[in-house]
């Protein structure tokens, strides 16, 4: 048996007049401590100084166990670490522990460096120190540091809201990729490598994706936000929203005196602010893209402007906070999700679901915390702002933290594409999405979808101008060959499948080009042009 260290610190209360610090039984090893602590939150940790935390945990813990996500085009070997008391090395294990499983993703933009940092803290304190009990009833699957090329491209300029502080970031990308805009096309060697031995090997119940905002100065030390429901099963976004995150934003505030509340942006210019507009819908987000598979997930973001210490220890307390819930609640969680799943595979054939959504506001306006700003005139006679130094609340802001759909589609029972489309069928494999084969030449009642034309958007996504589908649906008859693809729409990633297959979906495989080359030429040739999948219904 191995060591276990018992480290208790601070139990800290603010009504207290000061925080009592009780001796540790024995001091942790230089090797357990990150490069941010080490450094006073000079420098953040490189991915070598990861795997040496990492190396130096798992030394003293039968509790650990690594395997791979992926080897990078640099040579980067990223581990995947699950902690688990009794330990597990397999999924098959986790799944007869009937514990629920927890996934906690840091550094997927390379420049946002905290939750790297903010889960090798937590796994130290789970392992070896107050926070055991969060294994009692949870299998914890981390990945600290999942774009792990970008955040070795350190420089001191790629993170200017930071306000050098840590004095050096890597980059957003991965050699050009945003990881989070390919959730739905999967084109970076790290997407790939999450679904196949993340989202299908330990099939996480929770999914937690740790960022750093861009700048909008609001008041909060974080901000969070649900895996947004579109074309899903609405119960696990809305337990996420409606119960979830109230309670963890509840209990920072009442442990550390921490301001965390909804993601989401103002215009300064309209102060007092009367709208906090969050930012996309679409499952190319990897938090979005959860809803889609019943799972549930948060989206983190801590607070650009404040120093980096403070940025960690907001990411910190955040995602123990997830894990107490997850501690109490993840069975409730379980059965959420796998209820989820047996509605999604049984759902009702000619149904209209949505394809393409907007913004609209929650039910209730929230309480905003924010810098004030203050208006002057300027020296050109316009009207400008100053950022003040006080924190004020703005009562009564509409929370627009919720999607409508704005157009549908009818839910088909299958989906059918020949076998010439091959490719189409290893992407929806990639996916975790089961492909079959007609095993003889088979007629179906449904629709194809006519093509008039193709609207391309005005900005590129990851090197993509994207295309938006025009058309219109017609019943037809049609006889596919032995051998041709079918995907058959009873299972649980059925509402996956709808986004990724329906022609006019707003983030499906044609919004990312994946037809252009067979219906541009047709289109050009004759004016119109047919989707390539059939509808079964
Ligand atoms: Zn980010």
């Known amino acids: 048996m191995k060591p276990r260290y018992c480290l208790r610190l601070a139990a800290f209360c603010l009504g207290c007049a000061s925080a009592s610090v009780q001796a540790a039984d024995a001091l942790l090893p230089a090797t357990m401590m990150t490069a941010a602590e080490r450094s006073d939150y000079v420098r953040t940790s490189t991915f070598a100084e990861v795997i040496a935390v990492l190396d130096a945990l798992q030394a003293q813990s039968e509790l650990l166990h690594r395997e791979r996500l992926l080897l990078t085009r640099e040579g980067r070997d990223v581990p995947i670490v699950v902690l688990a008391d009794p330990p597990v090395t397999s999924p098959e294990q ?63 300029d790629n993170r200017p809201n930071q306000e050098y502080s840590p004095l050096m970031t890597g980059v957003r990308t991965a050699h050009g990729l945003d990881l989070n805009r390919d959730g739905m096309i999967i084109e970076a060697d790290e997407t790939r490598a999450l679904m196949r031995n993340v989202i299908q090997r330990w099939d996480p119940d929770l999914f937690v994706d740790l960022h750093t905002t861009n700048g909008t100065w609001h008041g909060y030390s974080l901000t969070y936000a649900p895996s947004y429901h579109t074309a899903g099963d609405p119960t696990t976004s809305e337990f996420t929203s409606d119960v979830l995150l109230p309670t963890i934003a509840q209990a920072v505030q009442d442990k550390f005196a921490l301001d965390f509340g909804w993601y989401g942006g103002f215009d300064y ?11 996309h819908h679409a499952p190319r987000y990897l938090t979005n893209q959860m809803a889609l598979r019943n799972r549930m997930a948060i989206l983190s973001e801590t607070f650009s402007h404040d120093r980096f210490y403070k940025r960690v220890h907001a990411a910190n307390v955040f995602i123990e906070e997830i894990l107490e819930f997850t501690h109490v609640h993840g069975q409730e969680i379980r059965r959420l999700n796998r209820a989820a799943d047996a509605r999604t595979a049984q759902q009702t054939v000619g149904a209209e679901k949505g394809v393409a959504f907007t913004m609209v506001p929650r039910e209730e306006p929230l309480d905003l915390l924010s810098y004030r700003y203050i208006p002057f005139a300027a020296e050109d006679g316009t009207t400008d702002f100053a950022r003040s130094s006080e924190l004020v609340v703005i009562e009564g802001v509409a929370n627009y933290n919720a999607f409508e759909p704005i157009r549908t589609a009818a839910f088909p029972s299958a989906y059918v594409f020949s076998s010439a489309f091959a490719g189409l069928a290893d992407k929806l494999a990639q996916h975790g999405i089961h492909v079959g084969q007609l095993e003889a030449d088979t007629t179906f009642t449904g629709q194809v979808y006519d093509v008039t034309g193709i609207a391309k958007q005005d900005y590129q996504l990851n090197g993509h101008s994207n295309s938006l589908l025009q058309g219109e649906f017609r019943s037809v008859s049609r006889t596919y060959s032995r051998g041709d693809y079918i995907v058959d729409m009873s299972n649980r990633l059925a509402n996956l499948i709808f986004y990724l297959l329906e022609p006019e979906s707003d983030d499906g495989l044609a919004f990312w080009n994946a037809f252009d080359e067979i219906l541009e030429p047709a289109l050009d040739a004759r004016g119109d042009a047919e989707y390539p999948i059939f509808k079964v219904l």
Not at 126 to 147: E, R, S, T
Not at 269 to 279: A, F, K, M, N, V
Request: charged letters at 25%.
């Open 269 to 279: 210019r309209d102060w007092p602010p009367t709208e906090l507009r969050t930012y």
């Open 94 to 156: 986790a799944q007869a522990s009937e514990k629920p499983v927890i996934y906690i993703q840091g550094n997927i933009h390379g420049g946002e460096v905290e939750g790297k940092e903010a889960a090798l803290i937590l796994m130290r304190d789970i392992l070896f120190g107050d926070k055991q009990h969060l294994l009692a009833n949870q299998i914890l699957v981390f990945v600290p540091i999942y774009n792990a090329d970008g955040n070795d491209a350190m420089a001191d």
